[in-house]
Nanobody, 125 residues
Framework: HVQLVESGGGSVQAGGSLRVSCAASGYSDRRDCMGWFRQAAGKAREGVAA???????IYSNSVLGRFTISRDNANNTLSLQMNTLKPEDTAMYYC???????????????????WGSGTQVTVSS
């Protein structure tokens, strides 16, 4: 039974930093691609960042230069360091894992087989 559990969300003022993490249990496949998505109130879920099996990251333009995705294969964890946060970063953040090792078409939700339940990030102005 594969389970992804996010943690580390919270509230912060604009310009601040937060780090969210995702613990994977029930499997340990380092060939998987992993990623972060977010969904703001009233909006569709969007891809934030992904990292392939070899540790190569890819980011959405809206977070490039501010967010850093990383993975610790030894401990089956995925992290997202978020700096210089903006009010528009406010959303529920979801961890996802895919049996596809690459980040090709990473923004397409259908390619992600496993999802966490999310952690809320709120950025106030």
């Amino acid at each position: 039974h594969v389970q992804l559990v996010e943690s580390g969300g919270g509230s912060v003022q604009a310009g601040g930093s937060l780090r969210v993490s995702c613990a994977a249990s029930g499997y340990s496949d380092r060939r998987d691609c992993m990623g972060w998505f977010r969904q703001a109130a009233g909006k569709a879920r969007e891809g934030v960042a992904a990292i392939d099996k070899d540790g190569h990251p890819i980011y959405s333009n809206s977070v490039l230069g501010r967010f850093t995705i990383s993975r610790d294969n030894a401990n089956n964890t995925l992290s997202l360091q978020m700096n210089t946060l903006k009010p528009e970063d406010t959303a529920m953040y979801y961890c996802a894992a895919s049996r596809l090792g690459s980040t090709i078409n990473w923004r397409q939700e259908r390619r992600w087989g496993y999802w966490g339940s999310g952690t809320q990030v709120t950025v106030s102005s």
